[in-house]
């Protein structure tokens, strides 16, 4: 089973996508389940994780309705607003669709770096653990020792790390993020996605750029909690999806067989909990 566990859907005229703007350029545009399929055939990819690319319910249930349409997708991470007090009930409700596989909120783009630690939002991420969904922690550099104390808080939420929270490849930096993933992968049980890193390094990327950070994502995680997606179709700010996972595969090559087999798919079955 080969799984993308990072690609999104949307249709500008739903109007909940603040940070999709003109600015944006070519992803400025609907993308939708046709456009994708031709790609996941060509690279022999079974099926897909769809992530949410809006702070609102409405964007929730507008991917679960294509979940229901389209059977590549085989989960859907969806979002909840953590602070309101309904959102442990409206958790339940979304969880009974067997297509909601996780929830993310918008954690990069929230001011305080420490708003995932507030005591309100622990009945939100205790009902995540008694519903079994997965948390997709969408951070930054600067998130990462607050979200090793709230994983530490937690330690049965099953938590992916995003787009390897996002280091700074196109300003070659180095020092923290590598210490505080290090970290991360020792002290928790936390999985990591190599998704969005060629966004990261920018539209003159190599795949030399990328190696240090994959290498030290393959050093510290190691090859059972490493999570290969595409992130299209934002991954095409900076490439083709073919390239991304040509990229990948070249980054991998020191490894096993089974050990590509596992990021490229059966690590998703697992961490998502997928019925295949």
């Known amino acids: 089973m080969k799984i993308d566990a990072h690609q999104h859907f949307w249709r500008l005229d739903r109007g909940d996508y603040g940070w999709l703007t003109p600015q944006m350029g070519p992803i400025f545009r609907d993308f939708a389940p046709e456009h994708l399929a031709p790609l996941l055939a060509q690279l022999g990819i079974d099926g897909t994780i769809l992530v949410q690319a809006a702070p609102t319910i409405a964007e929730t249930e507008y991917l679960l309705s294509l979940a229901e349409r389209h059977s590549f997708i085989k989960g859907v991470v969806g979002w909840v607003d953590f602070e309101s007090k309904g959102a442990p009930q409206e ?21 305080d770096p420490n708003w995932m630690l507030r005591p309100d939002l622990t009945p939100a991420f205790e009902m995540m653990i008694a519903e079994d969904l997965t948390f997709d922690a969408l951070t930054l550099p600067r998130h990462l020792k607050a979200l090793q104390q709230l994983l530490l808080r937690h330690p049965n939420l099953r938590t992916i790390i995003d787009h390897g929270s996002k280091p700074q490849i196109a300003e070659q930096a180095t020092g923290e993020w590598f210490d505080d993933m290090a970290e991360l992968a020792e002290t928790t049980d936390a999985s990591c996605k190599l998704s969005g890193l060629v966004t990261e390094a920018g539209k003159n990327w190599s795949v030399e750029d990328l190696r240090p950070y994959v290498e030290h994502l393959i050093a510290t995680f190691g090859p059972d909690r490493l999570i290969w997606g595409s992130d299209w179709p934002v991954c095409t700010l900076a490439a083709t999806y073919q390239d991304w996972h040509s990229a990948t595969q070249t980054l991998l090559s020191a490894m096993t067989q089974p050990e590509v087999d596992a990021i490229f798919g059966l690590n998703a079955v697992t961490a998502y909990r997928l019925d295949c």
């Open 91 to 111: 958790i339940t409700r979304l969880a009974k669709n067997p297509a909601l596989v996780g929830l993310r909120p918008m954690i990069q783009d929230i001011p």
